[in-house]
Nanobody
Framework: QVQLVESGGGLVQAGGSLRLSCAAS????????MGWFRQAPGKAREIVARIRWSGGTPYYADSVKGRFTMSRDGAKNTVYLQMNSLKPEDTAIYYC????????????WGQGTQVTVSS
């Protein structure tokens, strides 16, 4: 069983930065991919970024490209989302997710962390 715990959310002014962390626990953690998603009030959940655990260039949603950076630390079973130049429209609950090798899509989710960007 994989458990994902996000941290690092908070309140920040527009133009500011936050770094989210997602730590995975479990006996052996070697997913196919990890992703960051977000859900704003009244809106559907959307993908923000994803990265293959084996490496490679991360994928970013157009809305965050050039401002957000996703990275991983295999030794710590942790992924990060560095968010710069934050905008009020980035306000949402951010979720970390794992796509295990037995899954065809992201199927393990964290509890989410709130990010609020004030104008």
């Amino acid at each position: 069983q994989v458990q994902l715990v996000e941290s690092g959310g908070g309140l920040v002014q527009a133009g500011g930065s936050l770094r989210l962390s997602c730590a995975a626990s479990g006996r052996t953690f070697s997913p196919y991919a990890m992703g960051w998603f977000r859900q704003a009030p009244g809106k559907a959940r959307e993908i923000v970024a994803r990265i293959r655990w084996s490496g490679g260039t991360p994928y970013y949603a157009d809305s965050v490209k050039g401002r957000f950076t996703m990275s991983r630390d295999g030794a710590k079973n942790t992924v990060y989302l560095q968010m710069n130049s934050l905008k009020p429209e980035d306000t949402a609950i951010y979720y970390c997710a794992a796509q295990l090798v037995t899954m065809t899509d992201f199927g393990s989710w964290g509890q989410g962390t709130q990010v609020t960007v004030s104008s």
